[in-house]
Each structure stands twice: as C-alpha cells, then as structure tokens.
C-alpha cells in the first residue's frame, strides 16, 4: 500500500477554502433524527393485472393486423378536449356500449399533450385496469401515426357472451 503523498502549499490553501464553507447541521436537526426518516416513498400498489377467462379472449398481435387493415376499427372514442373527470366516465360509458354492441376493436383518442405528456394520455393505461372496464378490455396498443400515433390507442375488446 502507497503512504500519501505530503500536502503542499497549494493543497493547504484550496483545503482551507473549501472548509470555509461547511458549515454545522442546524441542533434542531440531529443526526439521529436524520436516520429515523425514511429513504424512500411510499406509493400505492400496482393494479392487478387483468385476469383472462380463456385464450380466446386474449389479443396476440392485434394490433399489428389493425396496423396492416386486416381488422378494422368499429368505435372512434374521441377524449380531446375533455378533463379527467369528463374523460373517464365518457370511456367507461362509451366502452361499455361498444362492447354491448359486440365491437372488437375501438380507437381511443387522447392527444398528445405537451411533449407527449398529456393527462389523458398518461392515465388511460390505468383507466383501462379499473375494475368496470376490466371485464371488456382484452388488451391495448399504441395506435399507427395514420390513426393518431402517439396520440390515440387501439383498445381490444372481449367478445361479447350475450
């Protein structure tokens, strides 16, 4: 093992600068009341993940064949423009009747938003888990820039049992 090398002038001098800068923890913050608080935040847990019934139910590549015309889309759900608190609603309501009617494949719109980072955007994956919309939804996928892009869905629905 190397044995340090001795300071010089130079390296005394910048040492003394930095220490002039340091100053002590204020007493009404001890250390030990510093190791009591948590490092981390608390957040909620994960939505469980959709349950299917059978294979049939699930989607495997649907969004591709949409993407190529082989399916086509029956409902446009339009969400521009809306809050979140008219936004959601106007899905479940929207979603319900599509799947009532027996469509498969819905066209959700949300927009983008300023720098893809739109509201609605952002909460539609987690609308789709709620649990009213969970018995309908299949599955999801970004949509093609000719149907919207970043700034719409497919959402696959199950098959209508009645």
């Not at 100053?23 to 299917?52: F, T, W």
């Not at 909460?123 to 599955?139: H, I, K, N, Q, T």
Request: positive net charge; contains cysteine; proline residues 8%.
């Amino acid at each position: 093992m190397k044995t340090p090398r001795p300071l010089t002038q130079n390296d005394l001098n910048i040492w003394h600068r930095v220490a002039r800068t340091v100053h002590p923890l204020s007493q009404s913050l001890h250390r030990s009341e510093a190791l009591k608080r948590p490092s981390y935040i608390h957040l909620p847990p994960a939505p469980k993940p959709v349950l299917h019934k059978s294979p049939t139910d699930l989607q495997i590549r649907s969004d591709k064949k949409v993407r190529k015309g082989k399916i086509a889309i029956e409902t446009k759900i339009d969400l521009h423009d809306l809050t979140c608190d008219q936004a959601f609603p106007a899905l479940v309501n929207k979603l319900t009747r599509a799947h009532h009617r027996g469509a498969r494949c819905v066209l959700v719109v949300t927009g983008k938003g300023a720098n893809l980072e739109g509201v609605l955007r952002k909460s539609l994956p987690g609308w789709l888990m709620e649990a009213r919309l969970r018995p309908f939804v299949a599955s999801f996928a970004p949509a093609h820039i000719r149907h919207g892009g970043t700034g719409a869905f497919y959402v696959f629905l199950k098959r209508n049992k009645g």
